[in-house]
């Protein structure tokens, strides 16, 4: 085994990249090990208490969950989903598009939430939800299910949706036909997942709906809201349903208007939404400014502002030692601390009054460790800070992006008024002029914008529509919508994304799209889910943004100053759809020409991220960059690596300290 100082040589700083953001704890994996059990327990505890007397009546409560940034909002979401899944479902509730889709929003991520599997579970919650209702358990104990019940209704449709509409007939389901027919779609392997594209509001094709035997797909807030309102009305004798409302701040217009939120806050308590808890995470300042602008009586609705407290020291030198016991593992002899090679005089004279936030603790604990493991090196060459920075944003990026490729396998899990937001933050951060939204009027205004055009002297304003709404009515609205913007001339071009099928020639939307879109100037562009992982994980990164969540470097990062690294790393570049668009040049085919089967992008790619990671870290050893980029980069060998460190040396933009040295001894900086 090697001394602790020979490790930190080669190994990187095992504080790094790891504020980005917490996200959805649905796929953010959060380490249970880095957990400090003492952190925020207070807070919990009084949750609990919270969940526990929704638990017992059944009547919905709301908290708020309000701290500075950095001060652990997110990471207690997770740490409440962790703990408490076994006693409540947990619904995600991230930023949405706009305001006036924030039921059907609700009611999205409610579903995709409940669709997931909890820990130790084999059935997501949503079956777990269907078998603990009141209908499938036995009288005598209302925990227990009852599998003969359940077995006799599922093989017969009409007699599962009869008996639920029997046993729930007080409750005052809203399509109650409708609604007990798709609950019984979700146990039929066959029709699940259209069963929950249903539920989660999307616009289905007539004949999904066919398969379903519904006529119609939720479009409106009312249904939308009504339907969510179902899930409480029949769980009264089951388990809580928890709805978290993550990153509050990032909703659209916050500032100027935070209303909408709490709107529906007050709705869910005055409409008899039962067996909700609903949390509201936001930073303090934002709400500091937002709740002056909220009703009184919106804000008697909040039960509990809970404020999250700063941390000790002790908590916070837990939080280094586990940051750090990965490298004591492997080192002989073992360092003479925890926390080695940080000092926990680091803290008392960074925190003088004895408190801190957990995410300055981290921030401490990585710029010190640099600093001792550039005093190892003396011969290193340490990169300027705004190299650092960029680099450092790159490699964020790939992280980002590699989750959201990871999460999101097709472009219809996304809303158009999603979709839409994406790419008008994208423009923004390109710098494109007047961007305006709702170009379309009606119900499907929020499917569009205008922008103007900077490739032409004369300023004209480009459309943008974006919709993959599977139902053929709709995209007869749609169209129809678009033929009016072009009589009124509203947009000197317009363009239409779509990667769905537009229909047949017996469709009126068909027949619309064919006299808008061939022969003239306007475009059809089918977009790659690659442009829309691109654009999502932008998004991801302007909402962690808004909730100062967003670290690059050591430091905090801003809408404005996210965009001008998004300008200055040309990132975007290579998004298709903002290269079809003419928002950015179209790149070069990018030809087999290695002989290998890998693109030359690619490589080109694992290339850029040894480079940052290089960057970041000062020095590092080389099997260490070696293994770090094999992992991240699933088709690249380390036969692949090795040689790109090559070509990285002959550029000198890398070199290795000891090229004589055995690999594992190896190690590798940048070039001044």
Known sequence: MARIDDIIKREVNPFDLVNTRVGNFWTENQDVNSIVESIHQEDITEIEDFLDLVGMDNRSRSLLVVGDAGSGKSYLLGRLKRNFNSKAFFAYIGPWADNEHLWRHILRCTVDSLIKVPEGEEESQLILWLKSLSAFTKPSNKHIFNNNIWQLLLSNRQNFIKYLKDTYKQAGIYNPEIFFGILHDLTDPELSSLACEW??????????????????????????????????????????????????????????????????????????????????????????????????????????LISLRQINLEQAEALWAYKLQGLHQQANPKPKTAIFPLEKQLLEDSFPGGKTHPRNTIILGRKKYQEYKIYLNKNGTIGNEDNITKAEFQLIWQKELKKTQTKIQKISLFSAPELITMLQLALESLQINSIKPKLISGTYSSYSFTYQSSQSSSAEKIGIVWTEDGNMRSFFHIMDACQKVIEKRLCHQLFLIRKDNVGNGKLKGYQLYQQIFTGTQNIHIKPHLSSVHQLATYQNLVNSANAQELVIAGKTINVKELQSLIRESGILHSCALLQDLGIVKKSDPDPDNNGNGKHSKYLEEVKNYISNLVITQHFMGVPTLINQAVSHYDDATEEDVKSLIQLLCQERKVKILDPKAKLQDQLICVVA
């Open 199 to 304: 539920l989660r509001g999307d616009n289905l094709s007539d004949e999904s709906m066919q398969l379903l035997k519904v006529k119609f797909c939720i479009d409106s807030e009312h249904e939308a809201k009504n339907i969510l309102a179902n899930f409480g009305k029949i769980s009264t004798e089951t388990q809580p349903i928890v709805l978290c409302f993550d990153q509050a701040e990032s909703a659209p217009n916050w500032d100027s208007n935070p209303q909408p939120l709490f709107t529906i806050n007050t709705t869910i308590h005055n409409d008899g939404l039962k067996n909700f808890l609903i949390i509201i995470s936001v930073v303090k300042d934002a709400w500091m400014r937002a709740s002056r602008k909220i009703f009184q009586a919106d804000r008697a609705r909040i039960e509990k």
